[in-house]
């Protein structure tokens, strides 16, 4: 473990912090004078404040913000509520007042050093048509160490209990890091034979066996030895913060990893920030600064889970191999019957390369082939498979349409205005898990 990294980092981020206040102040300034805030002189001033200003990274979830969505052409107000929580993890509803019933969705975001809030898009395009629920990871470095460890072992248990809480029917939601953890928890309660298995299982852009086109994150996660990893990446949070003492793997020290992947990329789009806004185009900077704001936004990984994923998911590929444990026991996707799987990729991604999320498909050897289903996403890179417009016109209504064929729903027979008496279930129904209600008073319609 490097016990002074974390500490360094934090000694550097509160030396500058009078640097940003400044900056942010000189800001508000402008917001006051707008007569000079629109000279040239002040837009430049502006540019170069927004630009010191998000130099800094922050380590606490920004809001969602998502006040209300349309339904059949009304407003009707959302409202985050906490359903379960832990001190690892708060299950979040968004509650939408007066809404019909509507499929329960499960999202399982990512705990890879961003918040839940970079699933924001995600959520909103899914509201319309969802009651959506999402786990929304509270940063380590907030939890005392009296509260324990968190592994690999303890995340799937999160996603268990959470189904369990939210009731019959759910439907699971997992993208990127997370379909390991998804996969691993609906097939231990298929093992079980419980009866809240998820009505089905939607998998993003994640590493279900990262032996299959390789990219550079996968190859770097194999580069070097586990005890490499723990000695030069593993870091204790500082004194003056509730988890003082833990060790965990530092955000920033993920989100420099992210950005040293493309870095000419962030270059371009921080210096077309400065320009557009110096040249009076603050819509166009706007958006590059909203950005950056939420990926700047980071969050620490406990050492354990971060330590255990890189060990199981990308150096002994555990999961593909059969070889992947969790508590003592083996985790089998072919136990899986009853819950309908969807599985999506991006043409481009170069986290998550094409091929490694559809090895859920073979994995799950034993679902019914009407069951499961693929789609790659052409244009796309790892972000735009859940945000963005493809993902809003071409993917979500391929998610939606999964998540909808199997919710269990009434077929009405020769439906009259009378009441309806409920049968039994056909013996092989047009849709998983789809009940069938047959009007046994209706008469024959005229000819």
Same mark, same amino acid.
């Given at each position: 473990?490097?016990?002074?990294?974390?500490?360094?980092?934090?000694?550097?981020?509160?030396?500058?912090?009078? /640097?940003?206040?400044?900056?942010?102040?000189?800001?508000?300034?402008?917001? =006051?004078? +707008?007569?000079?805030?629109?000279?040239?002189?002040?837009?430049?001033?502006?540019?170069?404040?927004?630009?010191?200003? &998000?130099?800094? &990274?922050?380590?606490?979830?920004?809001?969602?913000?998502?006040? *209300?969505?349309? &339904?059949?052409?009304?407003?009707?107000?959302? $409202?985050?509520?906490?359903?379960?929580?832990?001190?690892?993890?708060?299950?979040?509803?968004?509650?939408?007042?007066?809404?019909?019933?509507?499929?329960?969705?499960?999202?399982?975001?990512?705990?890879?050093?961003?918040?839940?809030? #970079?699933?924001?898009?995600? !959520?909103?395009?899914l509201l319309p048509d969802h009651d959506v629920y999402i786990t929304d990871w509270i940063n380590p470095r907030d939890v005392p160490?009296?509260?324990?460890?968190?592994?690999?072992?303890?995340?799937?248990?999160? $996603?268990?209990?959470?189904?369990?809480?939210?009731?019959?029917?759910?439907?699971? #939601?997992?993208?990127?890091?997370?379909?390991?953890?998804?996969?691993?928890?609906?097939? &231990?309660?298929?093992?079980?034979?419980?009866? #809240?298995?998820?009505?089905?299982?939607?998998?993003?852009?994640?590493?279900?066996?990262?032996?299959?086109?390789?990219?550079?994150?996968?190859?770097?996660?194999?580069?070097?030895?586990?005890?490499?990893?723990?000695?030069?990446?593993?870091?204790?949070?500082?004194?003056?913060?509730?988890?003082a003492g833990r060790r965990v793997y530092p955000g920033h020290t993920q989100l420099m990893a992210f950005m040293a992947m493309n870095?000419?990329?962030?270059?371009? =789009?921080?210096?077309?920030?400065?320009?557009?806004?110096?040249?009076?185009?603050?819509?166009?900077?706007?958006?590059?600064?909203?950005?950056?704001?939420?990926?700047?936004?980071?969050?620490?990984?406990?050492?354990?889970?971060?330590? @255990?994923?890189?060990?199981? /998911?990308?150096?002994?590929?555990?999961?593909? #191999?059969?070889?992947?444990?969790?508590?003592?026991?083996?985790?089998?996707?072919?136990?899986?019957?009853?819950? =309908?799987?969807?599985?999506?990729?991006?043409?481009?991604?170069?986290?998550?390369? $094409?091929?490694?999320?559809?090895?859920?498909? @073979?994995?799950?050897?034993?679902?019914?082939?009407?069951?499961?289903?693929?789609?790659?996403?052409?244009?796309?890179?790892?972000?735009? $498979?859940?945000?963005?417009?493809?993902?809003?016109?071409?993917?979500?209504?391929?998610?939606?349409?999964?998540?909808?064929?199997?919710? +269990? *729903?009434?077929? !009405?027979?020769?439906?009259?205005?009378?009441?309806?008496?409920?049968? =039994?279930?056909?013996?092989?129904?047009?849709?998983?898990?789809?009940? !069938?209600?047959?009007? /046994?008073?209706?008469?024959?319609?005229?000819?």
């Open positions: 473990m490097n016990p002074f990294a974390y500490s360094g980092y934090q000694a550097m981020a509160d030396l500058t912090l009078p /640097v940003r206040h400044g900056a942010a102040l000189i800001n508000h300034a402008l917001d =006051a004078w +707008p007569f000079l805030a629109d000279t040239p002189r002040g837009r430049s001033l502006r540019a170069t404040c927004d630009l010191l200003a &998000l130099s800094a &990274l922050t380590h606490s979830r920004r809001p969602f913000a998502i006040d *209300s969505v349309e &339904l059949e052409g009304k407003g009707v107000p959302v $409202v985050e509520e906490i359903t379960l929580a832990t001190p690892f993890c708060s299950l979040l509803h968004f509650a939408k007042e007066g809404a019909p019933k509507q499929p329960r969705v499960l999202m399982i975001a990512p705990m890879s050093g961003h918040f839940a809030t #970079l699933l924001r898009g995600t !959520v909103r395009t160490l009296m509260q324990g460890r968190f592994g690999f072992d303890e995340y799937v248990q999160h $996603v268990i209990d959470f189904i369990v809480a939210l009731g019959p029917n759910t439907h699971l #939601l997992a993208v990127c890091q997370p379909t390991v953890a998804a996969l691993a928890a609906v097939s &231990l309660m298929a093992a079980d034979d419980h009866p #809240l298995q998820p009505a089905s299982m939607t998998l993003m852009a994640g590493p279900i066996d990262t032996r299959i086109n390789p990219t550079s994150v996968n190859a770097l996660a194999k580069s070097k030895p586990i005890e490499w990893f723990e000695r030069n990446l593993i870091s204790a949070v500082p004194w003056g913060f509730a988890g870095p000419a990329r962030h270059f371009d =789009a921080f210096e077309d920030m400065v320009y557009q806004r110096a040249k009076g185009d603050p819509a166009k900077a706007e958006a590059i600064r909203v950005f950056y704001e939420e990926y700047f936004a980071t969050m620490d990984l406990t050492a354990d889970f971060y330590l @255990e994923t890189i060990d199981t /998911v990308f150096q002994r590929h555990a999961l593909p #191999l059969h070889e992947l444990e969790v508590r003592g026991r083996r985790i089998d996707p072919s136990m899986i019957r009853r819950t =309908a799987l969807l599985t999506v990729e991006g043409e481009r991604d170069d986290i998550c390369a $094409v091929g490694q999320t559809l090895a859920a498909q @073979e994995l799950c050897n034993k679902l019914r082939p009407y069951m499961k289903t693929h789609h790659v996403q052409t244009g796309v890179g790892h972000y735009g $498979v859940f945000n963005g417009k493809r993902w809003e016109r071409h993917i979500y209504p391929r998610v939606r349409a999964m998540i909808h064929d199997n919710e +269990p *729903s009434p077929i !009405v027979i020769n439906a009259r205005a009378q009441p309806l008496q409920s049968l =039994a279930p056909l013996a092989r129904p047009v849709k998983p898990r789809m009940d !069938v209600r047959i009007d /046994v008073n209706a008469q024959p319609e005229a000819p």
